[in-house]
């Protein structure tokens, strides 16, 4: 795949790792059901927080990313 702009390294690795973790726990498996969306929430708020090592959002995203008046388009 060919992207271009801006990467943001930081929160690409975030969000795959939440990705990652909210489809296996919206997938059911033989002998169990999928968990409940509201419990699937739960669970990647708390996984979030901790990827974020106690910082804020804006601590581990590009600041390029927060410019006003700009619009980066994501591919």
Known sequence: MLSTG???T?????????LELG??????T???LALPE???RIVL???FEQLLQGGK????????LGMHGQ?????
């Open 6 to 8: 801006i990467q943001d």
């Open 10 to 18: 930081a929160s690409a690795s975030i969000l795959n790792t939440l």
């Open 23 to 28: 489809k296996k726990l919206r997938k059911c």
């Open 30 to 32: 033989a002998g169990s």
């Open 38 to 40: 509201n419990k699937v």
């Open 45 to 47: 708020e708390k996984e």
């Open 57 to 64: 959002l804006d601590d581990a995203i590009n600041p390029l």
């Open 71 to 75: 619009s980066f388009e994501m591919m």
